[in-house]
């Protein structure tokens, strides 16, 4: 799928430039998506490009974006794991009959794409998971536990003390697929993530890979999320 034609990322890349030499880069893609609105470019698909480009802001997409090429979208084929759908870490270890007091939910303040209803109680998707809705392919995303539609932040709030299994039932309970095989394992690697954020913060998930002696490893993390202002 191609999103910027060769001759398009050199019109960008110089539009930006210009920009930047009267007004300077304040670190976001402002520039980049005044463009992109002239030329009636798909945002979210042009995110999606620029990022796996390393092009975060305005003036990385004029360094690092590669010359002479069209820029396109590589389809991606991620098989479920029915064993570790979450692909929780396998070293995690599990904290026998501990209650937790936190958990995550969705935010209308919070727009990153972000389809959920405000208030749902978030669970991140597993592993190869299609969203119901776009969202950017960089991210990996949270499903809200009623709508099961996607949101990239979670924000920090106090539940009614509840342990894994307990939890692990309640969610199996909303009857949604992508949350079917959510196990005490998974509910307790969630938890832990969570217990040490103060209340009202912002949170992301991601999946992470890592490489050693027995091959690639792919582990879900959930970690705070700080916003460049």
């Not at 299609?130 to 990996?140: G, I, L, Q, T, Y």
Request: glycine residues 6%; contains cysteine.
């Amino acid at each position: 799928m191609t999103i910027l034609t060769e001759n398009q990322v050199t019109e960008l890349c110089v539009f930006i430039e210009n920009r930047i030499e009267k007004w300077g880069c304040d670190h976001s893609l402002k520039y980049t998506f005044e463009w992109a609105k002239k030329n009636r470019i798909d945002k979210s698909d042009l995110i999606d490009v620029l990022e796996s480009n390393g092009g975060f802001c305005d003036c990385e997409v004029t360094f690092n974006l590669p010359e002479g090429c069209d820029l396109e979208l590589e389809s991606e084929n991620k098989e479920i794991d029915f064993k570790n759908p979450f692909k929780i870490p396998l070293n995690f270890q599990q904290t026998e009959n501990k209650v937790y007091t936190k958990a995550l939910f969705s935010s209308s303040e919070y727009d990153h794409n972000n389809y959920t209803k405000n208030g749902e109680l978030l669970i991140p998707a597993p592993f190869g998971f299609k969203p119901k809705k776009r969202v950017r392919k960089s991210m990996h995303f949270f499903n809200g536990t009623e709508s099961e539609l996607p949101t990239e932040i979670g924000i920090v709030k106090e539940i009614e003390p509840i342990n894994g299994k307990e939890f692990a039932k309640k969610i199996r309970d909303f009857k949604l697929d992508s949350l079917s095989r959510f196990s005490e394992r998974d509910a307790e690697y969630y938890f832990s993530r969570i217990e040490k954020i103060d209340i009202g913060k912002p949170m992301g998930t991601h999946f992470m890979e890592r490489t050693g002696i027995g091959g690639t490893k792919i582990e879900l993390k959930v970690h705070k999320v700080i916003f460049r202002k």
